[in-house]
């Protein structure tokens, strides 16, 4: 009988070579993830960035835009109202005034009172008898520096004030 011997490896199995690389090769794919999942937060927070901007700009031009609209309008109803008042260039008579005040909410429904004034700030005529808010007319008056129609809110932004 023949004793048949099998020769030893020269290698042992723990000892392989790729089995250090195989570790190195992990590490460097677990490095390569975490920076691509650092540069898609970078870029999500880029992006985060510039619609807050679009958006804000998007909101300016949205109340420029506004503000535009409404300043027409207000010209419109401001010239509507001096066509309606033209032919009393001086204070209407106490008699009048109810029937010009008709003529005007008939065109401008929200308007509540009319008050005359002459060139130096004096009331000539008033629909309500004594004018409640004097000093706002007041300052009107003296913000509006010769301009053919001026026009402010209240300080309760409930109310227009509109100046020919």
Do not use: F
């Not at 290698?11 to 790729?18: E, I, K």
């Not at 985060?48 to 031009?61: E, F, G, I, K, M």
């Not at 008042?85 to 003529?103: C, E, F, G, M």
């Amino acid at each position: 009988m023949t004793n048949l011997t099998q020769p030893t490896s020269l290698r042992t199995p723990s000892s392989a070579p790729g089995s250090a690389l195989r570790g190195s090769l992990k590490s460097a794919l677990a490095l390569l993830v975490l920076l691509l999942l650092g540069l898609l937060l970078w870029q999500l927070v880029d992006q985060y960035r510039h619609t807050q901007a679009d958006q804000y700009q998007h909101s300016l031009d949205a109340s420029a835009e506004l503000a535009d609209h409404m300043a027409l309008s207000m010209s419109l109803k401001a010239q509507v109202a001096h066509n309606i008042v033209q032919p009393y260039r001086s204070s209407p008579s106490p008699a009048q005034l109810p029937d010009i005040l008709a003529k005007l909410q008939a065109r401008l429904p929200a308007l509540q009172s009319l008050v005359w004034i002459d060139s130096q700030g004096k009331v000539l005529s008033d629909s309500l008898g004594a004018t409640p808010d004097r000093h706002v007319v007041d300052e009107l008056l003296r913000l509006n520096q010769g301009h053919d129609h001026y026009y402010s809110n209240s300080a309760d932004n409930r109310l227009i004030y509109l100046l020919l």
